[in-house]
């Protein structure tokens, strides 16, 4: 189910390009984008020989044809343990914190008054372990090669994510509607289960809405 090198690279720096286009309207130095921290946290995972999937908005952004914009990266590693926490402060790299479902850091900084990268590292949680073994070795970009979740583990990941009871509903919206970006794009991925899967997380969203 892998996506051609030339689709994966147009829609990626389509993406970027949105990027750049929503943190000019939001009064923000443009020119730095997510390209250079994932060329940061791909050397560091691949130095420290650290099996990682990239998920998230990013790997939307690649698998799905309708362009959208991304705040952040999001990376799965099997453990929390795997991420390389002296490589990536040794890199310029700033810890913000860990929570139940993620270690968050920021990237370093291009430039003074430009903003620095999220980078989320999540691990130990419902389908990290399957997204991290059925990663696909992708051409990003002239040099960039990273392990790209496979939309099927993205559909696991997005239901998953937007199940979480204590996620706010317009984020739990928006993993649904990334679901539903996925399955339009992959067809054979439309199997009952994840419909019936899909159809209870929504359910379950109108009840808090009705609430």
Not at 31 to 49: C, F, I, M, W, Y
Not at 139 to 145: K, T
Not at 152 to 161: M, P, S, Y
Request: avoid cysteine.
């Amino acid at each position: 189910m892998s996506t051609a090198p030339e689709t994966v690279r147009s829609r990626l720096a389509v993406g970027l390009r949105l990027d750049s286009l929503w943190a000019e309207t939001m009064g923000i130095d443009p020119s730095d984008t997510k390209e250079r921290p994932l060329r940061l946290v791909a050397d560091l995972l691949n130095q420290a020989g650290v099996s990682y999937a990239l998920i998230g908005g990013v790997a939307i952004q690649i698998r799905t044809t309708e362009p959208r914009t991304t705040l952040d990266i999001d990376v799965a590693v099997p453990l929390f343990a795997d991420v390389p926490r002296a490589a990536l402060l040794a890199a310029g790299f700033e810890h913000t914190g860990r929570h139940e479902h993620s270690d968050n850091w920021r990237a370093p900084p291009a430039g003074p008054d430009i903003p620095r990268t999220a980078v989320q590292f999540s691990a130990e949680d419902i389908g990290i372990a399957d997204a991290v073994a059925h990663a696909e070795l992708t051409d990003l970009a002239d040099g960039l090669r990273m392990r790209v979740a496979t939309p099927a583990d993205l559909i696991v990941l997005k239901l998953a994510a937007a199940a979480e009871p204590r996620r706010r509903p317009s984020k739990r919206q928006h993993d649904l509607a990334d679901v539903v970006a996925l399955m339009e794009e992959y067809p054979d991925l439309r199997t009952p289960e994840t419909l019936a899967r899909l159809r209870d997380v929504r359910l379950s969203l109108q009840a808090l809405d009705d609430g």
